[in-house]
């Protein structure tokens, strides 16, 4: 049984930015200037998709990346939800 989620419209719109920009690794500051949004409400609605595992994180010393997940499962899950 597939699991269905609800999204908000500031994870639509990051999920959007990523389904068209796959292979873009970006910041939270970076994200929020793509899709027109607050820093702290895309942190927020990140949080959630990361908790979700539809979004993977790059971490270095000076900066955090996120990226879509390369997991297929996963991206057939998004893609479902998103239709």
């Given at each position: ?47 959630g998709l990361v908790g ?9 010393r000076m900066v955090r ?19």
């Open positions: 049984m597939q699991r269905s989620f609800s999204l908000t419209e500031v994870e639509r719109r990051i999920l959007q930015f990523f389904r068209e920009h796959p292979q873009a690794v970006e910041t939270v500051r970076g994200i929020a200037t793509w899709v027109g949004c607050e820093a702290e409400a895309i942190e927020k609605a990140l949080n979700r595992r539809w979004i993977a994180t790059d971490e270095t990346g996120y990226a879509l997940t390369q997991d297929q499962r996963i991206l057939a899950q998004i893609q479902e939800t998103m239709g």
